[in-house]
């Protein structure tokens, strides 16, 4: 019932030359692979390479970041309309690395979510405790907070273009994964959010992905927890092989 969403993030990797040379590489190995959305979010000046690269296969472009207003004055930026514009599907937004490094906050994320979305753009949420907030014993209080945040004046028409990826701090490029157990309860904690905020119908039918050192070797047991509906794959999507058979493991 749920649509499993299995997403590289690049982050500031490949260039528009490997951009297409990895998706003509990629796209025989995954074809019709169609139990799983397949999608690429790439660093914003390689866009027209992947999306011309993915052109007439199941492979589908995102963005990083977007920025919340229309247009204007915000020098550096690239608005929603630029993306679909440009044949962006997806974008992630609130990604750790952008709460940690550039000042993203739950205000911004949010902002962020609303302008994707009104301009038709699946938005990929990210949410996550560091590890001492879960030291603490904060991880549901965190998870639940940053997930209504994230979705505050959402509506409810919306949340179909949602998806939320929990992504613990701690093992985001670590080589350090939760556990199954753990990443199957976080998503529980964001599900049990969106109940809270939208009701149990659309708890039930929103993709949440798992994100953190999801690799070749773990991705069969953590897509095989209840809650968990695919993954945002850092490091492991820079390698076809890899990534490959992640999405292999959505399929089996
Ligand atoms: P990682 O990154 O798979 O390299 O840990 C995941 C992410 O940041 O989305």
Not at 99 to 126: H, M, P, S
Request: with cysteine; glycine share 10%; proline share 2%.
């Amino acid at each position: 019932m749920r649509r499993t969403v299995i997403a590289g993030n690049w982050k500031m990797n490949m260039t528009p030359k490997k951009t297409a040379e990895f998706i003509k590489a990629l796209a025989p190995m995954v074809a019709g692979k169609d139990k799983c959305d397949i999608v690429l979010c790439v660093p914003a000046i390689d866009i027209p390479a992947a999306v011309e690269a993915a052109k007439g296969t199941n492979i589908k472009i995102g963005a990083e970041n977007v920025h919340f207003k229309a247009s204007g004055a915000y020098t550096g930026e690239i608005s929603a309309e630029m993306l679909v514009e440009a044949g962006v599907e997806y974008v992630v937004i609130g990604h750790s690395e952008r709460r940690q490094y550039f000042g993203e906050t739950d205000k911004t994320v949010n902002l962020r979510t609303l302008a994707a979305l009104e301009a038709g753009l699946k938005a990929i949420v990210c949410v996550g405790e560091t590890l001492e907030e879960r030291e603490l014993g904060y991880t549901e209080t965190l998870l639940k907070y940053q997930t209504k945040m994230a979705l505050t004046n959402v509506k409810a028409e919306q949340l179909k273009n949602v998806i939320v990826a929990y992504e613990p701090v701690w093992a985001i490029g670590t080589g350090v994964t939760a556990t199954a157990e753990q990443a199957d309860e976080g998503n529980g904690f964001v599900r049990a959010a969106i109940a809270e905020a939208f009701g149990n119908d659309a708890a039930e039918s929103i993709t949440v992905q798992y994100g953190g050192s999801m690799n070749d070797g773990n991705a069969a047991e953590l897509l095989s927890k209840v809650n968990v509906d695919g993954g945002l794959i850092g490091g492991a999507s820079l390698k076809t092989d890899k990534f490959t058979a992640i999405v292999d493991a959505a399929n089996a």
